[in-house]
């Protein structure tokens, strides 16, 4: 009953809680203000909330029943809320405890309380949605024109900062981004991935290409990067090179 309750809620559909609810019902909420007494002030608390938000999912949920009596049981439970729109997407932990009583044969729900991590929720919102825009806004700031995007080889996709790759290499069918903390393999060609995501590389070898910003030392057959690793360089290419690290 907890669980329907709480997945209709968010789908702002109030007939499971309007039809479970005590007439001596609580509810405090998650935003600042939220505490109401009584079956009608709840409701109304509950309907003007659905006026201000669109539908949510919830998801991994666990419930409990963490104590009982004779005649009453408290439930419990952690969910996860995901608000999705075409400008937004939000996921929440949240944390909830409902009392149960009977009464007349039947359970009803006598006190509501749910909550959300409260430093992401503002004094006149009901759901944090102040706190995504926020944070959209820090990640578009920090995340600018020099980052690019590659799909790895375990379909996982990667934004990357190309100040942090150190260089690139072939490995059969596959290419390995290297960067300062990772190394990404990617399912394509090591040629194609230079020309269009780090076309100011050095294309030291057929096998590899590096990052001008982290070479040490260039010569005829062996390049060695900042962090010591050796890359090997083609004879035909080095006049090239050199030219090309000069005019940089």
Request: glycine share 4%; hydrophobic share 40%; proline share 3%.
């Amino acid at each position: 009953m907890t669980q329907r309750i709480m997945e209709r809620w968010y789908a702002l559909d109030l007939d499971p809680v309007n039809a479970a609810l005590d007439e001596n019902a609580s509810w405090i909420g998650a935003a600042a203000g939220q505490f109401y007494l009584g079956r009608r002030a709840v409701l109304d608390a509950l309907q003007a909330v659905c006026g201000s938000l669109v539908p949510c999912v919830v998801s991994d949920q666990t419930y409990e029943v963490a104590d009982s009596g004779a005649d009453w049981c408290v439930v419990a439970g952690n969910i996860v809320v995901t608000l999705k729109t075409d400008d937004m997407l939000l996921r929440e932990p949240q944390r909830l405890t409902f009392l149960w009583r009977q009464r007349g044969g039947e359970l009803r729900l006598s006190h509501m309380h749910v909550s959300n991590n409260a430093a992401v929720v503002a004094p006149d919102e009901d759901f944090p949605i102040k706190a995504s825009r926020a944070a959209y806004a820090y990640l578009t700031s920090h995340i600018g024109d020099n980052a690019v995007t590659v799909l790895a080889s375990d379909r996982a996709l990667y934004r990357i900062e190309r100040e942090t790759v150190r260089y690139l290499s072939a490995a059969n069918e596959y290419m390995v981004i290297h960067t300062l903390s990772d190394e990404i393999r990617v399912h394509r060609r090591l040629t194609a991935v230079q020309r269009e995501l780090f076309p100011g590389f050095l294309v030291l070898h057929r096998s590899c290409c590096a990052n001008p910003s982290f070479l040490r030392t260039l010569r005829q057959t062996e390049a060695e990067l900042t962090d010591g690793t050796r890359l090997p360089v083609s004879r035909e290419r080095y006049a090239a090179l050199c030219e090309q690290l000069n005019n940089q």
